[in-house]
């Protein structure tokens, strides 16, 4: 029979897969000998099982947790469902991943309406009595009846306006029966007639359900996706033996950290209340006291507090977070758990947890989600003025940061009004933004698109900037014609401000006030310490000269991707490239090319100059051309004038150049093919930027030229010897011997398949898998968060595909490329260039895939570098662990043979057991009927005893008469 309950003296903290944080603790904390209110766990192996049976406890489960509560009862002297002395437990989640605030929790059951007053007369508070009562049934009623909060609370706001009092703890026992009744109509008519369950076994086992249903919750699963939890890990459920910190005033209830949560400083930190219980901390009816006044109301309980606290950070060697109870001047601890904190805090508590001996750098590294460290480098709305802030909407969060301005609706606008024009703070508000307002984009603060995913252009362009994004508000109804838009029962026109939280997708309105983000000392420590344990190296993609400067300040080791076409739209620019689109004849094409090189090359050597002869791969030109071209009437009239057209000659060429799906269609290296002067000119662009800086600068430069969207070695090779050509051209007239690599972006799945092939015309790959994800599931990233909501919820999807590498579809093919590539060419360099290569999980696939660097926008290189020590860590932890695995690997076992001989080990054991078994049982039955023989002898010999006995009394009596 398989074990689904544990109590907590059965466990230890390395049992978090199957107990959960919170079992594992208390586990471990009850063999720590803390005051622990006792109990058990539902393991996260019985709540799968649940979702496995259609939502549906199994009888085996049922029987186990009611046989725990038979040994609870035991322990505390006390019965289940008892009238007149009841015990009563709280039902808590606990995922083996901290998820605060995601699942349910359900307080004081066990009673009912004939308990609580054998409850009242026991405890000799009757107040107290119908306090928890009332509690247990609004949170029964919300957490597993789905029966709103708001219903309950309208109730007492309404008595306690009956009765002149302010807070809860004013209400008399009285007051509290009232509301019992009340609540108890309440549920009966949500519940349609049904009324609340007084069976207490009724009331455990829905609470389990609950707590296990909470799982899928709605805001869990978004958590889930956020933190890149799986969902087939399921929850646990914690049991626990209540305790009461609304007994009066020598009791309370607080939440405390080990260290600030905030900064990260040493120290108490924490707030309590007495008189009350746990969920009125968070509820903020009350205001809760600094955990210092603890002191001065019951010092006892401050100083062992503050006792098991170092203990407690000291065991787990991290900052804790802790809740407590205090019951008539008696502590408990009812769970702790490595707190959550910010960025900022993370760093300071690693460091100083080393400077105190505590941890090694290595853990330290650990210590730090990587993610995080977004907090560090953009902008923060001010706390308390967040606080006022009024969400009006909420979408993707798809750059991070904080950004508070006018609305404007048009890339024009926003230069004109933002950075680089009037200095106005400015949010640039788009149904969808093109390559056209990259210089509004620039210009503004924050971005906000009704349409978009993740990797949607607003989305890729605005992280590159390190400008806040939100992306994908399909809930606003714009009209940008009118220039308004409508969103949370608001309309917005053109100078109205709003505000932007890039990090949480959510949009507030008015200008709230934010804060310049501060990188202490401590975090170019940490970054140290991650560059000595990572494998893999990490470059960024930046199109410009000061994207170039800031990646290298946050420590790019060279650039990944360079998308040439981000050159094109300045305003000086754009009108002679689309010169050159619209341009009839290979010559009048190469003619308009010139100005565009001089730019370019302009660019180039810039750009070489920040990276101080760190390497750059340059992209070829890859979008189609109809990006390019003119929209508006003003636009088409002026290319007209210069070109000598009329305007309907000018939008007839334009029309021609549209396509059906131009993700598909006529771009990348198609573009080269067709119009092989558009490779040359970049080629050329591209080598003399280089020669020059190498000769002005010295630095050693070897020009990486990146081909994209390759799916045939001879389409490579037509491309890469045009790029040849006047790559030897340009070192001739230099007279330079500078060595450069031309590779390709593996992009389309036809390319990955025939890597082996493709590695003979490439020296590198670098992995574009934006485009790659797209063309393998075969949906538009732009048009994607359409649907994927629905897949979520639906869990056919449990993450954004585009945010985080599919390493089971997109990943197998980026593997099975890396792999056949290296067959042809083994010094073939491999990179990874999509916007995966600044997501964490994703970075540890490419560690483990064997690729060379990652590359990423400017403000994630930090994340990518602590990512990527940390997938170094994680794999040597892996190889340690398996040790005896690689040992045996190495005397050449193979390791299935070496499972396959462990289980003919385990068989014969088996086989071995249950022979002695047998023979056990044959002993047995042996001893047993030996005993019995001796047992009966004994028994014959008793009766002769008695009968001699007999026979001596009579004698004995005879003598005396």
């Not at 007053?117 to 026991?122: C, D, N, P, S």
């Not at 090189?597 to 920040?610: I, L, S």
């Not at 790659?772 to 048009?783: A, H, N, V």
Request: charged share 30%; aromatic share 8%.
């Amino acid at each position: 029979m398989a074990k689904w309950v544990y109590r907590f003296s059965e466990g230890n903290a390395s049992m978090r897969p199957l107990l959960g944080g919170k079992g594992a603790n208390l586990a471990e904390m009850t063999g720590l000998g803390m005051p622990i209110p006792q109990g058990f766990t539902v393991t996260t192996e019985a709540c799968t099982e649940y979702y496995r049976h259609g939502k549906q406890i199994t009888d085996e489960i049922q029987a186990q947790i009611f046989e725990a509560i038979g040994w609870l009862e035991e322990y505390n002297g006390k019965k289940f469902g008892d009238t007149q002395d009841p015990l009563l437990v709280s039902v808590r989640s606990g995922a083996r991943a901290s998820m605060p605030g995601m699942m349910d929790t359900i307080l004081n059951l066990g009673l009912n309406d004939v308990a609580v007053e054998g409850f009242a007369v026991k405890t000799g508070n009757p107040r107290f009595a119908y306090d928890s009562y009332r509690r247990f049934i609004q949170m029964f009623s919300d957490v597993v009846m789905e029966v709103p909060k708001s219903y309950f609370e309208k109730i007492i706001d309404e008595v306690k306006a009956d009765k002149g009092v302010v807070y809860d703890t004013e209400l008399t026992a009285d007051d509290l029966k009232e509301l019992i009744v009340r609540f108890k109509a309440v549920y009966k008519e949500a519940m349609k007639g049904e009324e609340f369950p007084q069976d207490p076994k009724v009331q455990l086992m829905e609470a389990v359900k609950a707590v296990f249903r909470s799982w899928d919750n709605p805001r869990a699963i978004v958590y889930r996706r956020m933190n890149d939890i799986p969902g087939d890990w399921g929850t646990a459920v914690n049991v626990q033996t209540m305790v009461f910190g609304n007994k009066g005033d020598t009791s309370g209830t607080g939440v405390a950290f080990t260290r600030n949560p905030s900064t990260g400083a040493k120290g108490i930190y924490g707030e309590y209340l007495i008189n009350a219980q746990g969920e009125d901390v968070v509820a903020g009816v009350r205001t809760p006291q600094p955990i210092t006044q603890l002191e001065k109301d019951l010092p006892e309980c401050y100083s062992q507090f503050m006792e098991l606290a170092m203990k407690l950070e000291n065991h787990y060697k991290d900052m804790q977070d802790m809740e407590f109870t205090i019951e008539e001047g008696k502590l408990y601890f009812l769970q702790t758990r490595n707190g959550k904190r910010t960025a900022q805090a993370a760093i300071q508590i690693a460091c100083d947890l080393v400077d105190e001996g505590m941890i090694t750098p290595r853990e330290a590294v650990m210590r730090i989600e990587a993610k995080s460290l977004d907090q560090l480098l953009h902008p923060m709305f001010d706390t308390d003025a967040l606080k006022a802030g009024e969400v009006i909407g909420e979408a993707l969060p798809a750059s991070p940061g904080a950004a508070a301005g006018k609305v404007v609706f048009t890339a024009e606008e926003a230069k004109e009004l933002g950075k680089g024009g009037k200095g106005e703070r400015v949010i640039l508000v788009r149904l969808e933004t093109s390559p056209e307002d990259i210089e509004g984009m620039h210009a503004s603060q924050g971005i906000l698109t009704v349409r978009g995913g993740m990797t949607s252009h607003a989305a890729v362009v605005a992280r590159g900037m390190g400008t806040c994004c939100v992306s994908g508000c399909g809930a606003i109804s714009i009209d940008e014609e009118a220039k308004q838009f409508t969103l949370g029962g608001y309309t917005f026109t053109e100078g109205d401000y709003i505000s932007l939280d890039g990090s949480t997708g959510k949009i507030y309105k008015g200008d709230i006030k934010t804060v310049e983000a501060t990188v202490s000392g401590n975090f170019g420590r940490i970054m140290a310490w991650a560059d000595e344990y990572r494998k893999l190296g990490v470059r960024t993609n930046a199109d410009t000269p000061a994207d170039t400067k800031n990646a290298v300040r946050l420590g790019a080791e060279g650039i990944g991707l360079c998308r040439t076409e981000h050159m094109f739209f300045g305003e000086d620019r754009i009108p002679k490239f689309r010169r050159m689109i619209l341009s009839d004849t290979v010559e009048k094409r190469v003619e308009a090319l010139k100005p565009i090189g001089e730019f370019q090359k302009a660019d180039f050597k810039a750009m070489y100059e920040a990276l101080e002869g760190r390497p750059m791969t340059v992209r070829y030109l890859d979008p189609p051309l109809h990006e390019f071209v003119p929209t508006e009437e003003e636009d088409i009239k002026a290319l007209a004038d210069d070109m000598g057209l009329t305007v309907e000659e000018v939008k007839a060429k334009c029309e021609a150049l549209h396509e059906f799906n131009p993700m598909m269609g006529h771009r990348g290296c198609r573009l080269a093919v067709t119009y092989p002067e558009i490779a040359r000119m970049q080629t050329r662009a591209v080598m003399e930027a280089a020669i020059e800086v190498s000769e002005e600068k010295g630095y050693e430069i070897t020009p990486e030229i990146m081909i994209p969207l390759v799916g045939e070695k001879k389409e490579l090779k037509f491309v890469k010897d045009v790029v040849i050509e006047e790559a030897e051209a340009v070192k001739k007239e230099k007279n330079s011997d500078i060595r450069y690599k031309i590779g390709t972006m593996i992009e389309i799945p036809r390319a990955a398949l025939l890597a082996d092939e493709i590695a003979e015309e490439a020296e590198f790959f670098s992995f574009g898998t934006n485009d790659l994800t797209q063309m393998t599931f075969g949906f538009s990233r732009d048009d994607a968060g359409k649907f994927l909501d629905s897949y979520y919820k639906s869990k056919i999807y449990e993450s954004d595909p585009f945010a985080r590498l599919d390493q089971n579809g997109v990943g197998q093919l980026v593997k099975m490329a890396v792999a056949n590539g290296r067959k042809t060419r083994p010094a073939l360099k491999c990179g990874i260039c999509g916007e995966h290569g600044g997501d964490p999980s994703s970075i540890e696939f490419c560690h483990k895939a064997g690729l060379d660097y990652v590359s990423c926008s400017p403000f994630r290189v930090p994340i990518a570098r602590l990512a990527a020590a940390q997938a170094a860590i994680a794999s040597e932890l892996q190889n340690d662990s398996e040790g005896d695995t690689n040992a045996a690997a190495k005397e050449g076992i193979d390791t299935d043979e070496l499972k396959e001989k462990a289980k003919k080990a385990a068989n014969e054991a088996a086989k071995v057991g249950r022979e002695v078994a047998k023979e056990a049982v044959k002993v047995g039955k042996e001893a047993a009927k030996a005993g019995k023989e001796v047992a009966f002898a004994g028994v014959a010999g008793l009766k002769a005893g008695i009968a001699e006995a007999k026979k001596a009394y009579k004698e004995n009596k005879n003598k005396d008469n």
